[in-house]
T-cell receptor, first 113, second 114 residues
């Protein structure tokens, strides 16, 4: 158990809908990262927050947004969902800003039908 | 032991063999590198890491080698066991204009037969 908690584990929704994925980092970790994993693209970095502020941005679509709250948990919002958004979404956390190992949650499997 | 060329997606070995998984990284400014293991249905798990001021680091049954000249990283697993079967990812701490992030490679699936 990495100490990173993601909910829900599975999510099934329809095209055009909006969903929210939730992540609680390990106790004491200030950074939260979101990654998308699909079969053909591997692990794609989406976005990082450090202590409530956006720290780094990857290939995150404009339809996606995230935030980190004062209690350090984070939410990833996915809107106007398309079939191609079906993937495994991972949250990870670390103590500092960069250059250290990340601890991953067990992921949320999103299926868009 | 057997090794896999860069970007090859699969490696099959016999139990007890040594395995070598290779990885090319893209950013010469990357200063930290890490290997993860991902088992089916689980999130990636940390194996070993190395900073750019080193060229070799050893853990329990694993060794990471870093060649900055050719931007190459490898993971060596000694006496491979069936429990080592998983997908292995290398990642680099890569700075760019949008910030610094841990960027993952495509992954190599290691299959260990007994």
């Amino acid at each position: 158990d990495s100490g990173v908690t993601q909910t829900p584990k599975h999510l099934i929704t329809a095209t055009g809908q909006r969903v929210t994925l939730r992540c609680s980092p390990r106790s004491g970790d200030l950074s939260v990262y979101w990654y998308q994993q699909s079969l053909d693209q591997g692990l794609q970095f989406l976005i990082q927050y450090y202590n409530g502020e956006e720290r780094a941005k990857g290939n995150i679509l404009e339809r996606f947004s995230a935030q980190q709250f004062p209690d350090l948990h984070s939410e990833l919002n996915l809107s106007s969902l398309e079939l191609g958004d079906s993937a495994l979404y991972f949250c990870a956390s670390s103590v500092g800003m960069e250059g250290e190992k990340l601890f991953f949650g067990s992921g949320t499997q999103l299926s868009v039908l | 032991g057997e090794s896999v060329g860069l970007h090859l997606p699969t490696l099959s070995v016999q139990e007890g063999d040594n395995s070598i998984i290779n990885c090319a990284y893209s950013n010469s400014a990357s200063d930290y590198f890490i290997w993860y293991k991902q088992e089916s249905g689980k999130g990636p798990q940390f194996i070993i890491d190395i900073r750019s001021n080193m060229d070799k680091r050893q853990g329990q049954r694993v060794t990471v080698l870093l060649n900055k000249t050719v931007k190459h990283l490898s993971l060596q697993i000694a006496a491979t066991q069936p429990g080592d079967s998983a997908v292995y990812f290398c990642a680099e701490n890569s700075p760019n204009q949008a910030g610094t992030a841990l960027i993952f490679g495509k992954g190599t699936t290691l299959s260990v037969s007994s």
